[in-house]
């Protein structure tokens, strides 16, 4: 019968191939409000600062003045103790929590909503952020840091500011150990074989020829034999810079 490959067995059989998800807090999402607490300011307080392993950024536990409390991630400039706001009448200042639609131009935003109300799930990693370049009919058109701009309906909320823990990324690992427990937090296989020096029984890319090398691009509904390399990829290759 022989074995099955990585891409097959993941997530399956014991702890190898699990995430380690019992030391984790708490999901970072926006909570869910009421039409008029939408339309006005409801006032909160960072009560608590955490490290959660796998996340590269701080997690905060912030308490609503309603009672209820919810854990988001922080962004530069915000401490233990601050009062934010939430809402649409809530000032621009670091740390509050708008609609876009009240954000004026140029403002430098995190955790960004894709739908109205799914919580925030766009530029959530350390140091980074997105812009609001324009408000039209269409939407509020969002500037990244690659240079992609999205429209985005004006409804969605997001963070003033930029992601905290900018130059984690920076400072060296040094050694294998600390990041293989990085990527063991995170659920990740770490390290990884290429699957061009594994044998063909054991990947699609596998041989001991190695001049004629397979397609990479694999289509989205490959069974998990198969799937591997670039999945449903829209172009294949090196990728050109963007023109501005």
Do not use: W
């Not at 500037?143 to 004006?154: E, L």
């Not at 050694?175 to 990527?183: N, P, R, T, V």
């Not at 044998?199 to 699609?204: D, K, L, M, Q, R």
Request: proline share 7%.
């Amino acid at each position: 019968m022989g074995k099955r490959i990585r891409v097959q067995r993941r997530g399956k059989g014991g702890s190898t191939f699990q995430a380690s998800t019992q030391r984790r807090i708490a999901p970072a999402k926006y909570p869910p409000l009421t039409e008029q607490q939408r339309q006005n300011a409801v006032h909160a307080e960072i009560m608590e600062i955490y490290h959660e392993p796998g996340r590269g950024s701080p997690l905060a536990k912030i308490k609503l003045q309603t009672g209820h409390d919810f854990y988001f991630i922080l962004p530069e400039g915000v401490h233990k103790g601050q009062k934010i706001q939430i809402g649409s009448k809530a000032p621009i200042d670091i740390g509050n929590i708008l609609p876009l639609t009240n954000i004026p131009e140029g403002t430098m935003i995190c955790g960004i909503e894709q739908s109205p109300g799914d919580g925030g799930k766009i530029a959530r990693s350390s140091g980074t952020y997105a812009t609001i370049v324009d408000h039209t009919p269409q939407g509020t058109m969002i500037k990244f840091p690659s240079g992609k701009t999205k429209y985005i309906n004006r409804l969605c909320r997001a963070t003033i500011g930029i992601v905290s823990a900018a130059g984690r990324p920076e400072k060296p690992l040094l050694k294998a150990g600390k990041k293989y427990h990085m990527k063991k937090a995170k659920g990740h296989k770490y390290p990884r074989t290429r699957g061009i020096a594994m044998v063909a029984a054991a990947h699609p890319y596998g041989s001991s020829k190695k001049g004629g090398r397979k397609v990479t691009t694999v289509a989205r509904g490959a069974p998990p034999g198969k799937k591997v390399g670039l999945i449903a990829a829209r172009g294949a290759g090196k990728k050109q810079k963007r023109r501005r």
